[in-house]
């Protein structure tokens, strides 16, 4: 089954890659960890961009009034291909395998830019 930016899944070490891009990359990545120029590998890591928003609100109930809080705006998320630490300079690189299609994409776009302005991590694509 194909999905909306036909790409095909492709699994390499029993896990589940979005695109064969994606696979090889990860198979690249894994070469430098073993020639220890990477470590720290991690993959699909989430990052919180925008908190959710809660209201309290009193709810009525029938001996008592109780404060309850009620979500208005779920958290906006971001969620890394690739995290790792480059051994030499001890920097953090977060890495998302992305063709020209989804590069456009107007979410991915915005998320990206929000990732830079609140919590100063810049994106690297491959």
Not at 16 to 36: H, I, P, R, V
Not at 61 to 71: F, S
Not at 85 to 93: A, N
Not at 107 to 125: T, V
Request: hydrophobic share 35%; glycine share 4%; net charge positive.
């Amino acid at each position: 089954m194909r999905n909306k930016y036909h790409n095909t899944k492709k699994q390499i070490d029993g896990i589940w890659f979005d695109s064969t891009k994606e696979g090889n990359y990860y198979l690249y990545l894994k070469q430098l960890a073993e020639e220890g120029k990477i470590s720290n590998l991690r993959l699909q890591v989430p990052y919180q961009i925008i908190p959710a928003v809660y209201v309290e609100e009193v709810k009525h109930l029938k001996t008592k009034d109780k404060i309850v809080q009620r979500c208005i705006q779920r958290a906006t998320h971001y969620v890394a291909d690739f995290v790792y630490t480059v051994t030499d300079t001890g920097s953090e690189e977060v890495v998302d395998v992305k063709s020209e299609i989804t590069r456009k994409n107007p979410e991915y776009r915005l998320k990206k830019k929000m990732m830079l302005a609140f919590n100063n991590i810049q994106i690297k694509e491959v």
